[in-house]
């Protein structure tokens, strides 16, 4: 089964990937988001995932911790949209590393933190 790219790039105009398909609008992301398939994943773009979370277009976060590579943007570097989430998953390797998998929980509720 051949897995359909949907691409978001201010630079490329074209794919040697086949099935590919250009995406410019918050408008075309909605669709894809409530169509038929697999999830939608962003793989190293601050900039789309901000856009996905000011758009309360995000279900689950997949985080990496303690892994930093570079001097690259940060995720929530200018703020984002307030959304609870809730851990449903987590590993640490024996290196240490935690990945931890968030799903959305609605409105944050503010005023006490668990423990």
Same mark, same amino acid.
């Given at each position: 089964m051949m897995v359909q790219n949907n691409v978001m790039s201010k630079t490329l105009?074209?794919?040697?990937?086949?099935?590919?398909?250009?995406? !410019? /609008?918050? !408008? !075309?992301?909605?669709?894809?988001?409530?169509s038929e398939g697999s999830d939608i994943q962003v793989w190293g773009s601050n900039k789309i995932i901000q856009l996905l979370l000011k758009n309360d277009l995000v279900d689950e976060l997949r985080k990496t911790f303690p892994l930093t590579l570079g001097m690259g943007k940060k995720l929530f570097d200018n703020g984002?949209?307030?959304?609870?989430?809730?851990?449903? !998953?987590? /590993?640490? /390797?024996?290196?240490?590393?935690?990945?931890?998998?968030?799903?959305?929980?609605?409105?944050?509720?503010?005023?006490?933190?668990?423990?």
């Open positions: 105009k074209k794919s040697n990937w086949k099935k590919t398909i250009f995406i !410019e /609008t918050l !408008e !075309e992301i909605k669709k894809l988001k409530n984002t949209f307030a959304a609870a989430f809730t851990l449903i !998953e987590s /590993t640490v /390797t024996p290196n240490g590393v935690i990945i931890a998998n968030y799903k959305r929980a609605g409105n944050v509720k503010t005023g006490t933190v668990g423990v």
